[in-house]
């Protein structure tokens, strides 16, 4: 399977600002079950090999940096897995860990509270509305399973271009639900997110123990929750990936 990185140098760690994105690669690498082929979309660190890389000039317009590396991935590979250098696998995991489409919860126009954040959701719901989609939040931070194809027909016909959204994910899975009816709406309930991520956002959190990864699938952090689990990521991927000089 191609896993796909829209990569951008962290600005958050001066020292080692590749930590994330070999880390993410480690554990890819250890606990993914099948054949892996990685496609980096943006900025490629010198130290990177045995990678397929597309380049990008990032603008100040992270949306259309997003939408664009999207697109370029998808103009050449059909069927990938978009990746974060955020996102660090915990345990084996298979293809079907990766394909299963999961999400929050349904959009309530109620609970929409004036935040940056719910300001783009609102406006992924009312575009969702406009085009009489399904209308399920489908921002989780894992890992996503895209068809490339049919992701450029999303954004041509819902006009996406000049939509900015943090979750584009949004629109195209209420898109292809309703085009093909490829994801049950009385089966979406088995698919919400639960107990499959741990998720370090806050420098507040704790570290993570052994028993913390117990059935769990995939790590989530951010700059601040990064620092609580770092030496758990050294100790766990010691062993440079094949990816790195």
């Not at 890389?53 to 259309?64: F, K, N, Q, R, V």
């Not at 990746?83 to 860990?97: A, G």
């Not at 719910?118 to 921002?139: A, G, M, R």
Request: net charge negative; glycine share 4%.
């Amino acid at each position: 399977m191609t896993f796909f990185y829209p990569y951008v140098k962290s600005k958050f760690d001066e020292n080692d600002p590749y930590f994330e994105l070999k880390y993410s690669l480690r554990s890819l690498e250890k606990y993914f079950n099948g054949e892996i082929d990685i496609v980096i979309v943006g900025h490629k660190p010198d130290w990177l090999i045995n990678v397929d890389w597309i380049p990008y000039a990032d603008t100040m317009d992270a949306y259309s940096n997003k939408l664009n590396k999207l697109l370029l991935c998808s103009s050449v590979y059909n069927d990938f897995i978009w990746m974060h250098d955020d996102v660090f696998l915990l345990n084996n995991t298979t293809l079907e860990d990766f394909t299963t489409i999961r999400y929050n919860k349904k959009f309530d126009a109620d609970e929409f509270t004036g935040s940056p954040l719910d300001n783009y959701l609102e406006n992924d719901f009312k575009k969702l509305q406009e085009f009489n989609l399904t209308e399920y939040n489908y921002l989780t931070h894992l890992p996503k399973y895209i068809q490339g194809d049919k992701f450029i027909k999303c954004v041509k016909e819902m006009n996406l271009i000049k939509h900015k959204s943090v979750a584009y994910e949004n629109l195209y899975y209420n898109y292809i639900q309703n085009e093909e009816k490829g994801i049950k709406e009385e089966n979406q309930r088995n698919h919400i997110v639960n107990d499959i991520q741990i998720i370090k956002f806050s420098s507040n959190d704790s570290g993570i123990i052994q028993e913390d990864i117990i059935g769990k699938k995939f790590l989530n952090v951010n700059d601040k929750g990064l620092a609580k689990v770092k030496s758990y990521l050294t100790k766990e991927f010691n062993k440079k990936s094949k990816y790195e000089k």
